[in-house]
């Protein structure tokens, strides 16, 4: 579920949300702010799927958390 597979596509794959998280990550936000900002603009993907691709995320060095804000890094 992590990479796409061959039954797995891309859209459905943690890798494939988290596109989608950090296309609506232009500016830093709260939790709630990007929660609301890609529901907003993806309405399949659920509550937990995001909560996941934002791990992830996180996991891979691609977005940070300071003073109660997510901001994308320098390198994603």
Known sequence: MILP???TPESKS???F???VL???NSPKTF???WLGVRERETSLSYSHFVLALDFLYIIGAVDYKSGRITRCNDA
């Open 32 to 34: 709630n702010e990007l």
């Open 5 to 7: 597979t061959k039954h």
């Open 14 to 16: 943690l890798l494939g």
């Open 23 to 25: 296309s609506s990550l």
């Open 18 to 20: 988290g596109v989608k």
